[in-house]
């Protein structure tokens, strides 16, 4: 569909253009939420065949060629840049997604926080002293980093997941484990 969709007749109207261009728009955009709202970039994944068709989609030229009469005009022309920029975020999407795909709990998760972060400020500025060390930032992107942030990325994980163990609650595990062993 996505291919097949051209101004139709020898001279189309600029409306037959935007109609075109708002398809294939819409075409992209719905890739880009199967990719990463519906479990797409698994299944690209998982079947090597989907992955090179899509990745032949996203990287030839030939694929999202529309042909161009004297009706091409200033409105069509915005009309062609919204579309390689859709084109465009699409192709990042899926690089993205293939090397590390987005579950659907992390994307319910991450809905769920949007909806509510309204609340949530007003929440943590409510209990502000009385939440010691949470912290809701959103996870950090392992692929994009390098090797120093990452190290200093667990050494903080570290850091926090010892703040709260005491002197007691060693000589507790302790205790424990010899009176088990």
């Known amino acids: 569909m996505y291919i097949m969709v051209q101004p139709s007749g020898s001279s189309p109207l600029v409306a037959d253009y935007l109609e075109v261009l708002a ?4 075409v992209l955009e719905l890739i880009s939420d199967w990719l990463t709202i ?5 299944d690209v994944l998982d079947d090597q065949q989907l992955y090179i068709a899509l990745s032949s989609f ?4 030939a694929d999202h060629v529309v042909f161009k009469t004297e009706n091409f005009e200033e409105d069509v022309e915005v009309a062609w840049i919204g579309l390689s920029n859709t084109k465009a975020m699409l192709q990042r999407v899926f690089d993205v997604q293939t090397k590390r795909p987005t579950t659907k709990a992390q994307h319910l998760e991450r809905r769920r926080r949007e909806s509510a972060s309204a609340i949530t400020g007003a929440l943590d500025a409510m209990s502000a002293g009385r939440t010691r060390g949470l912290n809701n930032r959103e996870p950090s992107d392992l692929d994009g980093m390098n090797a120093e942030e990452l190290v200093d990325n667990i050494d903080g994980m570290a850091r926090a997941a010892q703040s ?5 609650v060693c000589f507790l595990l302790l205790e424990t484990y010899l009176f088990w062993n």
């Open 58 to 61: 996203l990287s030839s030229s």
């Open 164 to 168: 709260n163990v005491t002197e007691e």
């Open 23 to 26: 398809s294939r728009t819409r």
């Open 38 to 42: 519906g479990g797409g970039a698994q």
